[in-house]
Each structure stands twice: as C-alpha cells, then as structure tokens.
C-alpha cells in the first residue's frame, strides 16, 4: 500500500503578553494525540521556533514526548542558524527521550553547497541513536538543498529523509529519483496529502491537521481506496478547510478557540484574523469537526 502519513505540525500556546502557555500547549498536544495521524512535528514553523529561548524549547520537547509519545511518531524541530547552537539542541533533544529530528538549513546568511555539506556532516556525526530529517524551507531560510547535495546528505549515516516546504512536486520527483528507496520525503503542502504520493513522497507535514485532522485522514483513506468520487470529495474538503486556515498560526489559534480548545495566542507578529475570516473558520470548524 503507498503510504501517506500524516505528521502533524503542532502550534505552541502563548499567553496575551507572548509569555509560553506550558498548559495551553498541553491542551493542544492532548487534541492531536488524539486525532489518529501517524506522527507530529513539533517546533517547527508552525511551533514558532524562531521566537522560543534554548530553554522553553527544552520544556516543550519534554512536554510533547511526554503527552504524544504513546499515541505517535515525534518529530523534535532543532534547528538554529548556527551549528553550536544545534548541536546543543541535538543533546538536548535526546537527553530527553527524542528518537527522530530534524535539522533546517542554517538561515538569514547564505550558504553555499559546501557550507551545507559540512554542516549537515557535523549533524550527522552528532546524532548517534537518532534518526535525522533535513528540513528545506528555502522561502524561508534562503538557502536551499539541490538535489545533488540532497542525494550526498542521504548517504550520511542517520539522515533518513527531508521534510520540504513551498516547493512543487516536482522537486519531491527529482529527489526521488536522487535518493535511496527507504529515504523518506514530506512535503509541507496540506492540499497534496494524496497528490504527493506520485512524486515518491512518504506524506505530509500539515499545520492545518492540528486543528482539523478529520478531512485529512478521510483524504488519506479515499486516495488508499481507488474510488475517484470519494478521492475528489475528500480532495474538495481538504481545500476548504486549507482556504479557511491558510497554514496560519493566528487563524489556528481562532480555530482552537472555536473547538474550545486554549490555543493561547501567537508570540510572533502575526496578524490577527479579522472578523470576516473567523467567522469563516467557525462554519469550517463546526462543519470539519
């Protein structure tokens, strides 16, 4: 059967000053535990890693082994612009129990191919015992893996996959075809959960999952079956609740809210959504639920 996990980008509650909202973010974790996907990623973009101190990334690494664990796959986030700085969330990470994570490019200056290498190099000989995802976000980031340094980075030992954001299939395709057979490619496109599979992808890294698993794991189930009617219903809700949601950290925090969940707020500048929009994610929620 081809696969199409589902990893969950998992948000971080916040509190109306930015502080970090340790219990909103287990109300969070305990929704997604629940949701039936195949695993989480967590502090990631959608966890606004960027904005969170070396030591609230530890309480919430803990935190989200503690709660999601049992139920899933987790993926612990860990980069950083520097190396010194990922290698010590490398210890940290798996001082506290973590068996896969992944490494963005290092970002805000420019890298070229060989600086990657040798970063990447590093990574690798820092995670004995773990299983290690290079994370291209290149609109990001502005850096960017090619495909044949990708296929380098998979022969390092413990690089297993890459999870790769706003970039067309096509690139997923000539990954594919770069790397081994057992390395696993993600996309972060929540629209393409059944789309993907063609391109050699293993599934998805969805933000809009946290909120509203239930038309992801219907599309999973109708692309699984073969039956074009349900793949295209399924296919037409997921594109809603995308539209609604947008991949938006403020307008996730707004769903939470509509399923009475404490999502807290976001720590970054995020625009609020208006008054229009919410109403639009509550007919979503209350219809997607």
């Known amino acids: ?21 340790l219990d909103g973010s287990r109300e969070i974790l305990e929704y997604v535990a629940a949701s039936g996907n195949e695993g989480a990623f967590v502090l990631g ?16 690494t803990k935190l989200s082994l503690e709660v999601l664990s049992p139920a899933m796959r987790v993926v612990v986030h860990v980069g950083a612009p520097s190396l010194y700085e990922v290698l010590r969330l490398i210890e940290q990470a798996r001082s506290l129990g973590a068996k896969e994570i992944a490494v963005i490019t290092p970002y805000y200056l420019p890298s070229t191919d060989e600086a990657l290498l040798d970063f990447f190099t590093a990574v690798s000989v820092a995670s004995d015992g773990l299983d290690v995802y290079v994370y291209v976000y290149r609109k990001r980031t502005g850096n960017f893996v090619s495909v044949e340094l990708m296929a380098t980075l998979a022969g390092l030992p413990h690089i297993v996959g890459a999870k ?11 990954y594919r075809a770069a790397v081994p057979e057992s390395f696993l490619l993600y996309t972060g496109a929540d629209r393409e959960l059944a789309a993907a599979a063609g391109s050699g992808a293993q599934g998805v890294v969805s933000g809009i999952s946290s909120v509203l698993p239930k038309p992801f794991r219907a599309l999973a ?8 009617d349900a793949l295209a219903a399924a296919q037409a809700d997921v ?3 995308v539209s609604a949601i947008a991949g938006d950290m403020g307008r996730m925090k707004a769903a939470y809210s509509a399923l009475g969940i404490n999502g807290g707020t ?23 639920r």
């Open 1 to 21: 059967m081809t696969r199409r996990d589902i990893l969950t980008a998992v948000p971080v509650a916040f509190t109306a000053d930015g502080g970090l909202d």
């Open 45 to 60: 973009t959608t966890g606004e890693f960027p904005a969170l101190s070396f030591e609230e990334r530890g309480a919430l």
């Open 164 to 174: 790769v954001s706003e970039e067309p299939l096509e690139l997923i395709a000539e």
């Open 221 to 228: 189930a109708a692309a699984d079956s073969g039956d074009a």
């Open 239 to 241: 594109d809603v609740v």
């Open 266 to 288: 976001t720590r970054m500048a995020i625009q609020a959504p208006d008054a229009e929009a919410i109403a639009e994610i509550e007919r979503v929620v209350s219809q997607y």
